[in-house]
C-alpha cells in the first residue's frame, strides 16, 4: 500500500509505503558522502543526483527503489545492498544463494545482471567500482595442512563489475584492497591478504593477485587505517601480541607494542581511533582469572604508550567498546567504565583533550519539564553505551561541529530510566530534550534536528532549528507505529528525513518527511553566522562557522564546514622530554641522562637542549625549545694525566733551579768569609759528620 499526505499547515510533505515486513537496511546513490563498512568516509565528485535515489531491504529479503513518486520492487530475493566507494551511483544488489544478483550504474534507472553464484564477503574498490573482491569455499584434503578451519577459502577478483572472476589465492582466512590506495604511488588494485603456506600463516599485499610481498609469519588478524597496519599473533604465554608499523606496505616495519603494565595478560585488542598519528588502543586482560579493559594512548607518532582509562566497558562476545568519537569535534571522547568496587555498575566519562584527562559529564540543571534537576556530589550526567543498545546512543555527524544527541540519565551510575539529552558545544553543557528514549538525526549542518520516541507507539516527532532551544511537535501519520531509526543522507544536504518503524500488525512503514518549506531562503550575509570556539587541543584551537540560532535560512547546499584552525600559546602539556632527558613523573621536569660534553667539540656551538621538544602546534607561551651554546671545556683523563705530569715536571725543575742558585748563592758567600788577613784564600772541604770551624 502508497499514500501520500500532504500537510501545508505544518509546512511539512510526508509520504508513506508499508510493506510486508519491517526494513533491515537503507541505502542512498548518489549519496555525497559515502561511509564504508570499513569505517571510511569518502567523498564524491561526479555527476550527483539532486534528489537521491533510495533502496531498501527487508526482513523477508525484498528490494524497494523509490522513484520519485512512488517505490518499485525489484524482483528476487536479496542478501544485502552495497554502494560503490568509488561512484556512489553504482549500485551492487546482491542475491541470495540461487537468487539473481544486479548492478546499476545510473541509480536504477538500468540493471545488469552479475555473477555471485556461490561468492561471498564482497570487497568492493574505492577507486574503481569495477574492481572486486570475493571468496568462495575450498574442498579440502585431510593430507592439507593449509586448508583447514578459517583457512578454507580461496580468493577471487573480478575486473567488470563482478560480471566474470580470477582466481586467486588459496588457503585464505581474510583479504581486503589496501585502505591507501589513493595514494598516487600505491597500485589501486593492491590487496592484503591473510593465508596459510607450508603450515604457516602468512599476511602478504600483491599488486596482480598472484606475487606477492610478504610482511609478517604467524599473524592471526589485521586491520589497517590510513596511518598503521596493525597485527595480531600469538604469543608464548597464551595470550596475543599486537605489532604494528606504517600503512604505507612498502615502508611497513613491525614494531611490538609494548604497554606499561607487562604483569597483565593481554587477551583481546581493539583498536579504536588513529587521530592525528595517536594510536587509541582497547586492551583486555586476565587478572586473577578476571577480565578487564584498559585503554592507552600513544605519542603522536605512535610510540610510548601510556595508559589513560581503565575498567572500560568493552563486549566479550564481538570486542565492542564504549568508547565513541565525536565526530566533528578534535579529540574529544566519551567512555563508560565500570565501577572499580563491584565491576558492575557503569558510569561515563568524556575527555577534551584526546583522553589525557576525564571527567565527569555535567547534568543539566533543569529536565524538560522544567523541574530542577537534583544532583549533588558525584552525580552526573550517563549514558548507555554500544555494548547494551541495539543502535549507537551517542550520536555525531562530520557536518554540524559540536551537536551531540544520546539517551541515558542523571545519577551515580547507567540505570535503566532512559532520557534523551543534546548538547550544542562539543559536551560541555547539557539539555534533557525529552523523557524517554529517542531515535533522533541531524542535517542541514545541524540548522534542523529531528527526534521521535522509540520505546512506545507514536506518530509525531518533534524537531529544532535553533540547535535544541525550542522544540516544535508534528503528526506525521494517522496511526501509531513504532519507530526503528531516523536517517538522512550521509553529507547532511538534503531537507529530508526518513523515518521507519513497525505497525502493530508486524509490517514495514517508511515514511519521508520533507523539510525544504520551513524556510524561505539560504544563508547568504556573514550576519546569518557565528563562530563558535572549541578547546585548546594539542596546541590549536578550532573555531567553527555555525548559523546562528535566529537565523531563519538553511545552510547553502555546496556548504562545506567552515573552520579556523589557529595556534594556543604552549603550555607545559605541550612539551615532551628531548632524546637523552627523562622525566621521573608524568609533567615533571625533564633532566638529562647524556652528558654533552662527550660529544661537543670544545670551542664550536650547539644547540643546547632545555631537556624538551614540541609536541604541538603552539606558538608563543611558555618557550622550552634549545637555544645555541658554546660546547664546554672538557677534559677526559688522559688529557687531565698529561696535563699533570707537564706541571709535575714543571715543578721539578723549578725545584732544581732553585736549589742550583741557592747553592751557588751560599758558595759565593762562603768564599768572602774565607779570605785570611794575608790576602790568601784557603778552601774547606766539607764533612758529612759535621761542620768544620776555622
Not at 565525536?326 to 571522547?333: K, N, R, V, W
Not at 543498545?389 to 541515558?408: E, K, N
Not at 502493530?504 to 523539510?515: A, N
Amino acid at each position: 500500500m502508497f499514500v501520500i499526505r500532504f500537510l501545508p499547515f505544518l509546512l511539512l510533505f510526508t509520504c508513506s509505503i508499508i510493506v510486508e515486513r519491517p526494513i533491515t537496511q537503507i541505502s542512498w546513490c548518489g549519496a555525497s558522502i559515502i561511509y564504508t563498512r570499513e569505517d571510511e568516509t569518502i567523498p564524491q565528485f561526479q555527476g550527483l543526483e539532486e534528489e537521491k535515489t533510495i533502496f531498501f531491504i527487508t526482513e523477508s529479503h525484498l528490494i524497494y527503489q523509490s522513484n520519485g513518486t512512488g517505490w518499485n520492487q525489484i524482483e528476487g530475493l536479496f542478501e544485502d545492498i552495497q554502494v560503490s566507494p568509488a561512484d556512489s551511483r553504482v549500485i551492487y544488489l546482491f542475491g541470495q544463494q540461487g537468487q539473481k544478483s544486479y548492478r546499476t550504474n545510473d541509480c536504477g534507472e538500468n540493471f545488469e545482471e552479475i555473477d555471485t553464484e556461490g561468492f561471498y564477503g564482497f570487497r568492493l574498490n574505492k577507486m574503481s567500482w569495477k574492481w572486486m573482491l570475493a571468496f568462495k569455499k575450498q574442498q579440502c584434503d585431510h593430507f592439507d595442512v593449509d586448508c583447514r578451519e578459517p583457512y578454507n577459502n580461496q580468493l577471487f577478483y573480478s575486473e567488470d563489475g563482478a560480471k566474470t572472476w580470477l582466481p586467486s589465492f588459496k588457503n585464505c582466512r581474510e583479504a581486503s584492497w589496501d585502505k591507501v590506495i589513493e595514494d598516487i604511488t600505491v597500485p589501486d588494485e593492491r590487496s592484503i591478504v591473510l593465508f596459510s603456506y607450508e603450515n604457516q600463516t602468512q599476511l602478504i599485499y600483491s599488486d596482480d593477485f598472484t606475487n606477492y610481498h610478504t610482511l609478517m609469519i604467524g599473524a592471526q588478524g589485521y586491520y589497517q587505517t590510513s596511518k598503521y597496519l596493525f597485527v595480531l599473533t600469538s604469543s608464548s604465554n597464551g595470550g596475543y601480541e599486537l605489532h604494528y608499523g606504517h600503512s604505507k606496505l612498502e615502508e611497513f616495519q613491525e614494531k611490538l607494542v609494548e604497554l606499561p603494565l607487562q604483569i597483565l595478560k593481554e587477551y583481546s585488542y581493539t583498536v579504536l581511533d588513529t587521530e592525528n598519528g595517536r594510536i587509541y588502543l582497547s586492551v583486555s586482560h586476565y587478572q586473577q582469572e578476571q577480565s578487564i579493559t584498559n585503554v592507552y594512548i600513544s605519542n603522536q607518532i605512535g610510540q610510548d604508550f601510556q595508559i589513560v582509562l581503565t575498567n572500560n566497558v568493552r563486549s566479550t562476545q564481538d570486542g565492542n567498546c564504549d568508547f565513541e568519537k565525536l565526530l566533528g569535534l578534535t579529540s574529544t571522547y566519551v567512555a563508560n567504565t565500570y565501577d572499580q568496587r563491584d565491576q558492575k555498575d557503569k558510569s561515563t566519562v568524556i575527555s577534551f583533550n584526546g583522553g589525557k584527562k576525564w571527567e565527569s559529564i555535567k547534568a543539566p540543571k533543569h529536565d524538560s519539564e522544567g523541574n530542577v534537576v537534583e544532583c549533588g556530589g558525584e552525580c552526573s550526567l550517563h549514558f548507555v553505551g554500544r555494548t547494551e543498545s541495539y543502535r549507537q546512543t551517542i550520536y555525531t555527524v562530520d557536518q554540524a561541529p559540536g551537536i551531540v544527541l544520546g539517551v541515558g540519565n542523571v545519577g551515580l551510575f547507567i540505570t535503566q530510566e532512559q532520557n534523551t539529552y543534546m548538547s550544542a558545544d562539543g559536551g560541555q553543557n547539557w539539555i534533557e530534550v525529552r523523557k524517554g528514549s529517542h531515535v533522533f538525526e541531524i542535517a542541514d549542518f545541524g540548522g534542523v534536528i529531528v527526534m521521535a520516541k522509540d520505546y512506545e507507539p507514536t506518530n509525531e516527532i518533534i524537531y529544532s532549528i535553533d540547535y535544541g532551544k525550542t522544540w516544535k511537535t508534528k503528526i506525521i501519520y494517522d496511526d501509531l507505529f513504532m519507530a526503528q531509526n531516523l536517517v538522512t543522507e550521509a553529507s547532511g544536504t538534503v531537507r529530508y528525513f526518513l523515518i521507519y518503524g513497525k505497525t502493530d500488525k508486524g509490517e514495514g512503514i517508511i515514511l519521508k518527511l520533507d523539510f525544504s518549506d520551513i524556510f524561505q531562503r539560504d544563508c547568504k550575509s556573514n550576519l546569518d553566522y557565528d563562530i563558535w570556539n572549541s578547546k585548546c587541543i594539542d596546541g590549536s584551537q578550532t573555531k567553527y562557522y555555525r548559523k546562528k540560532e535566529n537565523s531563519q535560512c538553511f545552510n547553502p547546499k555546496q556548504m562545506i564546514t567552515k573552520k579556523i584552525i589557529e595556534p594556543c600559546p604552549c603550555k607545559r602539556e605541550d612539551w615532551i622530554c628531548a632524546s637523552g632527558y627523562a622525566s621521573q613523573i608524568e609533567g615533571g621536569d625533564c633532566l638529562p641522562i647524556v652528558n654533552i660534553s662527550d660529544y661537543c667539540e670544545p670551542g664550536k656551538t650547539y644547540f643546547k637542549s632545555q631537556g624538551y621538544i614540541k609536541l604541538t602546534s603552539c606558538v608563543g607561551g611558555l618557550d622550552l625549545d634549545k637555544i645555541e651554546t658554546y660546547c664546554p671545556k672538557s677534559f677526559n683523563f688522559q688529557d687531565l694525566l698529561i696535563y699533570l705530569i707537564v706541571i709535575a715536571f714543571l715543578v721539578f725543575l723549578i725545584f732544581i733551579s732553585y736549589a742550583v742558585i741557592k747553592k751557588i748563592l751560599i758558595g759565593e758567600k762562603n768564599k768572602v768569609k774565607n779570605i785570611n788577613q794575608y790576602n790568601q784564600m784557603e778552601f774547606q772541604e766539607d764533612d758529612d759528620e759535621e761542620d768544620q770551624q776555622l
